[in-house]
């Protein structure tokens, strides 16, 4: 099993622990993970797709073309990086005169958009390709006794005839990947709410931003016991992350990883190289590092 | 007051295609906005709202309006329309057309992209990334002169990029 890893621009330059835990676990796995030299930014919604269509199309294209020259298939983790690359696939393969005018600019860049490969998203990948049983026997530490809560990347689910692998009204995918390892995946009245930090909202609402996240994680200690929050998309690691050191003096914070963070924890790798970069965004270390010294000390099965 | 006689009524076909669904058969129904995290904004973005500006003609409303960027691109509302329309595709068309209208809309990030290839300087965490066992930089365009070099061909000849190259220096020149 091949793919090319598309790494997107917040992984590589700001959560490039998140990188390591992905180049180290998916081998372990069975998947070979192959290099997409010369990519570009998706391109984000913010940049391309809200100014120029057929440029927008031309960068996704390229990249696409890429994956295309070495014959695999693109595995992504950002959400909006899968959003993107998802919808220009799909446009490019069903509009022939965006196709026309898309291959027209790629081909100043000696590349063409042919629609040979497909987007995958990490979660898609893990549970039907790789699967939860050869996860659950890949670990040496089990979460069991663990309860854990899992935030559903928006961006993967929605629209779901263009994204779909999970069902959009009740997904349960990344829930069942987490129980693979032995945790208890509870449900809570706002599971399904969009962390919230994608996009220009944040940035330009900040107080109203953080009271819409605050409502979620209210509802996560009101009606669960969760020691961690287990998402798989960057937006929703950095910005559940980071926007903790907002809710006031007294927050407890909850440690927020990615699952391939949590899943590199369990394999044994080094927790040093592939969760470890909440500190430098202000957040407090301890409950990170107290849930995985938790992890650490979990028994070995078998 | 809004005097509807002075509107652009013809504004919707600069702005929406076919292929977004349409957008006359909105009835305003609001299904777009319940569990939209951006209407919850100050302001808020009301994707409802932006449909009817465009279809009744409100020009200089619209590209005083800058909602549309507060945008999560979600995309819960694409499932939820109940008429098919697609409200998110609407919104990043309104951006398209603000920024046609007037290129102080053009995104920052754009010159960024053009310069680095990224929206992240993803390859000036060589430390960083070194100290967790990864590779100075990723296999990004920018890492490579010649990638680069072909990349910037290509932006060059987009719409968008000739609608303001002073925005896009080219370093070589």
Sequence with gaps: MKYGLFLGCNAPAIRPDLERAMRLTMPELGVELVEMEGYACCPGYGTFPASDEIASLAVSGRNLAIAEERGVDVLVECGSCYSVLRHA????????????????LLAIDNKKFSGTSQVRHMIDVLYHEVGTEKIAQSIKHRLDGIEIVVQY??????????????????PHKLGELVEAMG???????????CCGGAGGFAARSKKEATAFAKKKFDAIKAETNAEAIVVSCIT????????QTDFGEGWETIPVLDYNQLLALCMGFDPKQVCSIGETLKVPAEPREKFIEKITKAAVPG | MIDLAEANTGLWKDIVT?????????YNCGTCISGCPAAE???PLLIRRLVR??????????????????????NQCMEMCPQGVKPFEVGLAIRRWQCREDETYIPPSLPEL???GHTQSVHKQGELRKSLGLDESPPSVVTDHESMANFRKMLKETAIVKSAPYMFPDEEE
Aim: with cysteine.
């Design chain 1, 89 to 104: 696939a799909h446009n490019l393969r069903h509009d022939e005169e965006k196709a026309k005018k898309t291959n027209e």
């Design chain 1, 153 to 170: 990347p928006c961006h993967t689910l929605f629209p779901s005839d263009v994204m779909g692998f999970d069902d959009p009204r009740n």
């Design chain 1, 183 to 193: 945790a208890k995946v509870p449900r809570f009245s706002r599971e399904y709410q």
């Design chain 1, 236 to 243: 929703c690691l950095m910005f559940m992350n980071n926007i």
């Design chain 2, 18 to 26: 076919e292929d977004m669904g349409d957008i006359r058969k909105c």
């Design chain 2, 41 to 43: 904004g100050n302001p």
């Design chain 2, 53 to 74: 500006m465009v279809l009744f003609g409100l020009e200089d409303e619209l590209l005083d309006d800058e909602t549309p960027w507060a945008c999560v691109s979600c």
């Design chain 2, 114 to 116: 053009w310069e680095i």
